[in-house]
């Protein structure tokens, strides 16, 4: 097989059955020789492996939106409904900042758990942690408790954003894998512009905030009962048997059911020989030995390290909540009343961050992975460097700063907002995969808590217009990882990527 195929898009991925939806793909060779069956699927079956772990990155989104609504709602001496309103800047920050902390709490138990407890699990988990924490806050009676709920969901953000990638990038076909982990970024952006928009629908009702947070619950619980339902992803289960815990033969029958049911109809009487081609693919790669905590930081492993956390960090130190910062002002500038509300340049920006994230989502398996990287920061590193002039040499020219301003997020959610969760989902080999993918979280939750508590000061010192240039010229050096260093995945199945891009 091509390091680098031609991928169709959804809509024309091989013969579609008339009442079905089924469809079928060509052989392809096997990694030892042979040659692969078609990957027949159909697209309904495909929807719910997809949708339930992507509300865990709804859920996230959703918190993002909401708690910039609620910190207004709880401070506000008519509104909040508590005798606790009178909050200083390091509480308001506790709220803010209480989910960023537990995720990374989660990113770290992810790394003991992951593997023991497999993806089906560990979302069942996030979910119920999302319940909780969501709960917790919503009916906190005093300031410490809802920093308690705060911290619970935050641990709930850390497993779903571990575990959703996996599981979904296991058990998708690989034709529309990166279609289906992109559409998660999707769903991202999607719950930041609901929280935005229900917050501001509630910020002026008396205790509103608990509301806010109350909300989420009914998605966590369809999250929990989803996964519940959901069968355990094929790949970790035949994992576990190669490795010798379990039975291989239990494994492998409970291993076709999984696949039968995640490909419905379509997969007939080939999942068996599916089944069968992952097993001896996983033992052509090595994946029967067991793991080492060493072994994660030599080898494939620590390309793949390289590769995802590089992908992650840069994402996060490229400059985004700064550009965000300051897009209120920018748009007040160019004449555009609407931006005197911060709430509303939010929501109008998610909606844009939708389109293009909705762009991406449809060209990813098309185009590839690096093309989009490439082409996006490339983007980036224009736009950053024009809001950089903008502040120093050109606050004359406000229509400079709006371009710029929507050319960076446009950018970015072509780039580093999608591709970066799907590289980390796909490049891991599967038997280090949750180990090393729980490192890729924590670099990405940890630099993103660095940037947001640095920022300021940053400002301070430097300005704004050189803040910004910095920022460009992170985003060159982004560019060189990425021209150098990250793969292209296109329409490799993952054992492919472990043999031919580590």
């Given at each position: 097989?091509?390091?680098?195929?031609?991928q169709p898009t959804?809509?024309?991925?091989?013969?579609?059955g008339?009442?079905?939806?089924?469809?079928?793909?060509?052989?392809?060779?096997?990694?030892n020789?042979?040659?692969?069956?078609?990957?027949?699927?159909?697209i309904?079956?495909?929807i719910?492996?997809f949708?339930?772990?992507a509300?865990?990155?709804l859920?996230?989104?959703?918190?993002?939106g909401s708690?910039?609504c609620?910190t207004i709602?709880?401070q506000?001496?008519t509104?909040?409904?508590?005798?606790?309103?009178n909050?200083n800047s390091?509480?308001?920050?506790?709220i803010?900042s209480?989910?960023?902390y537990?995720a990374l709490?989660g990113?770290?138990?992810?790394?003991n758990i992951?593997?023991?407890?497999?993806?089906r699990?560990?979302?069942?988990?996030?979910?119920f942690?999302?319940?909780?924490?969501?709960?917790v806050?919503?009916?906190?009676?005093?300031?410490a408790?809802?920093?308690?709920?705060?911290?619970?969901?935050?641990i709930?953000i850390?497993?779903?954003?571990?575990?959703a990638?996996?599981?979904?990038?296991?058990?998708?076909?690989?034709?529309?894998?990166?279609q289906?982990i992109?559409?998660?970024?999707?769903?991202?952006?999607?719950?930041?512009?609901?929280?935005?928009?229900?917050?501001?629908?509630?910020?002026d009702?008396?205790?509103?905030?608990?509301?806010m947070y109350?909300?989420?619950?009914p998605?966590?619980?369809?999250m929990g009962i989803?996964m519940?339902w959901?069968?355990?992803?094929?790949?970790w289960?035949l994992?576990?048997?190669i490795?010798?815990k379990?039975?291989?033969?239990?494994?492998r029958?409970?291993?076709?059911?999984?696949?039968?049911?995640l490909r419905?109809?379509?997969?007939?009487?080939?999942a068996?020989?599916?089944?069968?081609?992952?097993?001896?693919e996983?033992?052509v790669?090595?994946?029967e030995k067991?793991v080492?905590?060493?072994e994660?930081?030599?080898?494939?492993c620590?390309?793949?390290?390289?590769?995802?956390?590089?992908?992650?960090?840069?994402q996060q130190?490229?400059g985004?909540p700064s550009?965000?910062?300051?897009a209120?002002?920018?748009?007040q500038s160019?004449?555009?009343?609407?931006?005197?509300?911060?709430?509303r340049?939010s929501?109008?920006?998610?909606l844009?961050k939708?389109?293009?994230?909705?762009i991406?989502?449809l060209?990813v398996?098309?185009l590839?992975r690096?093309?989009l990287l490439?082409?996006?920061v490339s983007?980036?590193?224009?736009s950053l460097?024009?809001?950089?002039?903008?502040?120093i040499?050109l606050?004359d020219?406000?229509?400079?700063?709006?371009?710029?301003?929507l050319?960076?997020?446009?950018?970015?959610q072509l780039?580093f907002?999608?591709?970066g969760?799907?590289?980390?989902?796909?490049?891991?080999?599967?038997?280090?995969?949750?180990r090393?993918?729980?490192?890729a979280?924590l670099v990405?939750f940890g630099a993103?808590?660095i940037?947001?508590?640095?920022?300021?000061?940053?400002?301070?010192?430097?300005g704004?217009?050189?803040?910004?240039?910095?920022?460009?010229a992170?985003?060159?050096?982004?560019?060189l990882f990425i021209?150098?260093?990250?793969?292209?995945t296109k329409?490799?199945?993952?054992e492919?990527?472990?043999?031919k891009?580590?």
């Amino acid at each position: 097989m091509a390091s680098d195929p031609e991928q169709p898009t959804l809509s024309s991925l091989g013969k579609v059955g008339k009442s079905s939806g089924e469809i079928g793909g060509v052989e392809e060779p096997l990694l030892n020789g042979g040659t692969h069956t078609s990957e027949n699927y159909s697209i309904a079956s495909a929807i719910f492996p997809f949708l339930f772990p992507a509300l865990g990155g709804l859920l996230y989104g959703y918190d993002i939106g909401s708690t910039s609504c609620a910190t207004i709602s709880i401070q506000s001496a008519t509104s909040s409904g508590i005798s606790w309103y009178n909050l200083n800047s390091v509480d308001i920050g506790l709220i803010t900042s209480g989910s960023l902390y537990g995720a990374l709490i989660g990113s770290v138990l992810a790394f003991n758990i992951a593997d023991f407890l497999g993806r089906r699990r560990e979302l069942i988990l996030a979910a119920f942690l999302y319940l909780v924490g969501a709960l917790v806050t919503a009916l906190a009676p005093a300031f410490a408790v809802m920093v308690i709920g705060r911290f619970v969901f935050g641990i709930g953000i850390g497993l779903a954003m571990h575990a959703a990638p996996m599981y979904i990038a296991e058990t998708a076909p690989s034709h529309i894998r990166g279609q289906l982990i992109s559409l998660k970024e999707f769903f991202i952006v999607l719950g930041m512009v609901a929280g935005y928009g229900i917050g501001s629908l509630l910020v002026d009702t008396v205790a509103g905030w608990r509301y806010m947070y109350v909300a989420s619950t009914p998605l966590a619980v369809i999250m929990g009962i989803g996964m519940w339902w959901l069968p355990a992803s094929p790949r970790w289960l035949l994992l576990r048997a190669i490795q010798g815990k379990g039975s291989m033969q239990e494994l492998r029958e409970t291993a076709i059911c999984c696949l039968r049911r995640l490909r419905g109809e379509a997969i007939g009487d080939t999942a068996p020989v599916k089944v069968d081609e992952i097993l001896d693919e996983l033992a052509v790669v090595g994946e029967e030995k067991e793991v080492k905590l060493t072994e994660v930081f030599r080898g494939k492993c620590l390309k793949a390290l390289t590769i995802g956390a590089g992908l992650v960090l840069f994402q996060q130190i490229t400059g985004q909540p700064s550009v965000l910062y300051y897009a209120a002002s920018i748009l007040q500038s160019a004449g555009f009343s609407l931006a005197s509300d911060a709430t509303r340049v939010s929501i109008l920006l998610g909606l844009f961050k939708l389109i293009m994230t909705g762009i991406a989502v449809l060209v990813v398996d098309r185009l590839g992975r690096r093309p989009l990287l490439l082409g996006g920061v490339s983007g980036m590193v224009i736009s950053l460097f024009l809001l950089g002039s903008y502040y120093i040499f050109l606050d004359d020219v406000p229509v400079v700063a709006v371009a710029a301003l929507l050319l960076y997020v446009g950018c970015y959610q072509l780039s580093f907002g999608p591709i970066g969760w799907l590289m980390i989902s796909e490049i891991f080999p599967l038997r280090l995969r949750g180990r090393g993918l729980s490192i890729a979280v924590l670099v990405n939750f940890g630099a993103n808590a660095i940037v947001t508590f640095a920022f300021s000061p940053l400002k301070d010192w430097l300005g704004a217009g050189i803040l910004f240039y910095v920022f460009g010229a992170i985003a060159v050096l982004s560019l060189l990882f990425i021209f150098f260093i990250v793969p292209e995945t296109k329409g490799l199945t993952l054992e492919e990527i472990e043999a031919k891009c580590l």
